[in-house]
């Protein structure tokens, strides 16, 4: 699993700090006034250089930090430990040094730092939590179907969009929202429209459950026993169906659309800190949602099954389970989280596309490993993390950052601790 | 005749593991399968499971095919298998392990009845109810495993080396077990290396070599065969 997760760490945290570089160029050229840019710059040339010359400099670090692991890789099998060591020295060296960067950045260089304006700062916490309850509502089904079927399942992100686009068509065109209001008219127009809301949510993870089946049927299924490259590769094509199928206007479309929310989004202020309903509503949401699979897992035979399923496969059948079934159900249960997360997060920013799910799918997926994937506890702390770490460093470092930071924390678990927060070393397993 | 296995034949890819096994298994018997490190005995242990599939011959239950049965069909008729290494849900408890070896079963006070006697036969098992199964000694484990067995309510209970790796003490505590849940009516197919156990209290043997029956007959009769006593009994 880690030499897969660690190539894969590494394409994407190449990418991750190309963007984090060019974003980091950008502040510095943006930060020039137009003199001295002028004089700096005459015939505006530099940006374009620069971007050459670091995407080589990237290119050239990239290949070396490869090579770096596989020396490491063949040292640790050597038994020498020294590149092990050398890992670990060096990875927590880097992480304390950026840590330390970023604190300096937070409290005292940003002009909206936040000894001077706390208020800012609170915010970013709110959006924060906000965000990171919706990863949380994905990377439970990325962790749950890891730990089952050791399979990093790439379309789920995918589910998640259709989650979000299927309350989009229940909303605009079955009024699916409106429905109790009409049917009971004489119901209050608040219990109204959150049954209607319910219901829409509903719907959608119906759907996505469905989907999920289906998906788990006719492409995983058959390559239960194949090498887990295949399957691996085989989730990114499933991936990249749903998102290209999604576009034909046939299907859903290709452009940005807007969404509609089932009821009307009320903000307040307490204390200088912006909170609406559509924030309060997630939280309860997913922490109902949690709460609900938690005891799915641990109160039910199901759940045991589940987890037996997930240790142990052969005796699991030798119980007289039917693993297949197990492994439908958890496919089912962690795409009809994603769809309320899905139905969620189009409500909290009300625009949609067929890629959308493609970002919160993988910052998913990091906060999944970062807490240690197999692991619901640490999906769900994981997922807090990625919330914060995604708001702060949007607003104390730069914009783009808040997809560079998601790439960084992974290469940075993967290199330290790849079994992350919660999880187990390897090799324990009896 | 409870089980009857007929000419089996099955195949790890090119690697021809059982060729042509017979062998059989009377109601209320304990029929042991003796031989050294990859004669097939687990081979043939998770082919009646339905773990693998035999590629010839066939295995009947009651009368009844199994060898097309998925395996959790075969729990489901009786057929429980009690794997080598004890197999324990190490991330599960002990109680949740247990529920496990009853996932079949649907009626909570018969459960509850067969939890008694579990615990009847492995005291220990109640005093680590909400231990995870994996910080459990290897006796322990091995108390598990038969216990999480027992509580399908198996009518043949499959053994595969209950005996590994545990001090020679367990070992006779866990084989007078095994006699008295064969006196409670359960038929009993073990597998072993220690052959000298497992003939004490076997009433048939059949010795395997490279997939084949070499030897049957009652247990005295293999204790006192030369053969046997060379190879697998450790005289001269």
């Not at chain 1, 109902?288 to 897992?297: D, G, M, T």
């Not at chain 2, 066939?58 to 060898?67: A, H, N, P, V, Y």
């Not at chain 2, 290897?138 to 595969?160: F, H, I, V």
Request: hydrophobic share 50%; charged share 15%; with cysteine.
């Amino acid at each position: 699993m880690n030499r897969t997760l660690k190539s894969l760490a590494l394409f994407l945290g190449g990418i991750a700090l190309g963007v984090a570089a060019a974003g980091l160029f950008m502040l510095f050229h943006s930060s020039l006034t137009p003199q001295e840019l002028e004089a700096w710059d005459k015939d505006g040339v530099v940006p374009g250089l620069v971007m050459q010359a670091g995407s080589i400099g990237f290119g050239v670090w990239f290949l070396y930090l490869v090579g770096w692991i596989t020396r490491s890789q063949i040292r640790k099998q050597a038994g020498a430990g020294f590149g092990k060591i050398a890992r670990s020295v060096a990875g927590n060296a880097l992480m304390i040094l950026l840590g330390l960067w970023f604190l300096w950045r937070m409290f005292i260089q940003h002009p909206e730092g936040v000894l001077i304006n706390p208020t800012l700062f609170a915010q970013y916490i709110v959006d924060g939590i906000r965000l990171g309850f919706v990863y949380a509502l994905i990377s439970l089904g990325y962790t749950m179907v890891y730990g089952i079927v050791r399979l990093i399942n790439f379309a789920h992100g995918d589910v998640f969009m259709v989650g979000s686009f299927t309350s989009f068509y229940a909303i605009k065109a079955m009024r699916l929202h409106l429905l109790p209001a009409k049917l009971f008219p004489s119901l209050s127009q608040w219990v109204a429209i959150t049954i209607g809301t319910v219901l829409v949510i509903i719907l959608s993870m119906l759907v996505c459950a469905l989907l999920a089946i289906t998906i788990e049927r006719v492409a995983y299924k058959p390559l239960r026993n194949a090498p887990r490259i295949a399957a691996l590769i085989t989730a990114i094509s499933v991936s990249f169906f749903l998102e290209y199928f999604s576009s034909l206007p046939e299907v859903f479309t290709s452009n940005y659309i807007i969404y509609e929310q089932p009821f009307k989004v009320v903000s307040w202020k307490i204390l200088g800190v912006q909170i609406s309903n559509v924030t309060i509503i997630i939280i309860l949401v997913s922490i109902l949602f949690l709460l609900l699979l938690r005891w799915i897992v641990y109160g039910t035979k199901t759940g045991k099954a589940m987890r037996a399923t997930s240790w142990d496969k052969p005796t699991a059948r030798l119980m007289g389970i039917d693993v297949d079934n197990v492994i439908t159900k958890t496919f089912a249960i962690g795409a009809a989280l994603a769809g309320a997360g899905g139905v969620l997060y189009a409500i909290a920013y009300p625009q949609l596309i067929v890629f959308m799910g493609i970002m919160p799918g993988l910052k998913a997926f990091v906060a999944a490993v970062l807490g240690g994937i197999g692991n619901l506890t640490g999906a769900f702390v994981g997922s807090l993390i990625m919330g914060q770490a995604e708001m702060l460093s949007a607003g104390y470092i730069l914009t783009p950052m808040r997809d560079a930071i998601a790439f960084t924390i992974l290469i940075i678990v993967l290199l330290i601790r790849p079994t992350g927060i919660f999880g187990e070393p390897e090799g324990e397993k009896a | 005749m409870l089980l009857e296995v007929e000419n089996l034949h099955v195949y790890y890819g090119a690697i021809h593991a059982l060729q042509g096994l017979t062998f059989h298994l009377e109601e209320g018997e304990i029929v042991t399968l003796i031989g050294a490190n990859g004669a097939g005995k687990s081979t043939t242990l998770n082919t009646i499971s339905g773990l693998l599939r035999p590629r010839e011959g066939s295995i009947r239950f009651k009368g009844q095919e199994l060898t097309r049965m998925r395996a959790h069909d075969i729990v489901r008729l009786g057929v429980v298998q009690v794997p080598e290494g004890r197999k324990i849900f190490a991330t599960l408890t002990v109680s949740e392990n247990l529920d496990m070896g009853a996932y079949t079963r649907t009626d909570p006070a018969e459960i509850a009845r067969s939890r008694e006697r579990v615990f009847a036969s492995f005291p220990r098992l109640e005093e680590r109810l909400n231990q995870l199964g994996g910080t459990l000694s290897g006796g322990e484990q091995q108390m598990l495993a038969m216990g999480r067995g027992l509580m399908s309510r198996p009518t043949l209970l499959l053994l595969d080396e209950p005996s590994m790796g545990l001090a020679p003490i367990l070992v006779e505590e866990i084989f007078s077990i095994i006699q008295e849940i064969n006196s409670q009516g359960t038929s009993i197919l073990l597998v072993e290396q220690n052959a000298n156990m497992a003939l004490s209290i076997a009433h048939r043997g059949y010795v395997l070599e490279t997939g084949r029956i070499v030897l049957e007959g009652t247990a005295q009769e293999l204790r006192d065969n030369p053969q046997v006593k060379k190879a697998y009994l450790g005289e001269a």
